[in-house]
């Protein structure tokens, strides 16, 4: 089973940790060699990162200073964890990549896509997944979910409904402008049943 990239998307508390976890072990149980990430983060200068982002109120940075954090986030972490490993053959599978940029500082915060997709061609030579999954659900039942998990990385969640609607919206609107690679994922019901929807998405690469 040769090497794969994965990501997983979608709005707050949309089951991204839950479902990747998922899909890692039924990989790992097929013989897959998996390595899991997530960004911001996945290596120790980009979780450096991470908690600058992640951390503080929502106007703690502009949206073109969080565009140009995040992606020295993915630089260093495209370069140090992500490429080696697919290299070498495994499966790279991480919550969040560049399609979060698009839709959290492109969608949500103005920022043309033009730009972003310009600062994502410097910072990773322009590498984008093979599959990205976005988990959709309504916002308001996402917010909930994550409130429950509570915790100091509640910036962007206490950016307000009308921006994670928005968000929602941008992410859909992904699934639409990339339908071969973007694969729009029914989030509600059990986990189980999400997890279904996720494998048979991921089936063709197998």
């Not at 940790?17 to 983060?41: C, D, F, I, K, Y």
């Not at 053959?89 to 730009?115: C, F, M, N």
């Not at 996402?142 to 307000?160: D, I, V, Y």
Request: with cysteine.
């Amino acid at each position: 089973m040769s090497g794969r990239f994965l990501s997983f998307e979608g709005g707050e508390g949309a089951g991204k940790s839950t479902q990747l976890r998922l899909l890692a072990e039924r990989l790992g149980g097929q013989g897959a060699a998996v390595v899991t990430t997530r960004e911001p983060g996945g290596t120790p200068g980009a979780d450096a990162i991470r908690a600058l982002l992640l951390i503080g109120a929502a106007d703690r940075w502009g949206v073109r200073a969080e565009a140009l954090l995040m992606n020295a986030a993915r630089a260093d972490h495209v370069e140090r964890l992500v490429r080696p490993a697919l290299a070498r053959g495994a499966w790279v599978i991480t919550d969040r990549y560049a399609d979060s940029t698009l839709v959290y500082q492109g969608v949500g915060g103005g920022l043309p896509e033009a730009e972003l997709r310009a600062l994502h061609k410097v910072s990773t030579a322009d590498l984008w997944p093979d599959l990205t999954l976005i988990l959709d659900l309504p916002e308001r039942e996402g917010l909930a979910r994550a409130a429950q998990r509570a915790g100091t990385e509640m910036r962007f969640e206490s950016k307000g409904e009308a921006f994670h609607a928005a968000v929602r919206q941008g992410f859909r609107a992904r699934a639409a402008a990339e339908p071969a690679r973007c694969k729009l994922i029914d989030a509600s019901g059990s986990v189980e049943d999400v997890a279904a929807r996720v494998w048979q998405a991921v089936q063709p690469l197998l």
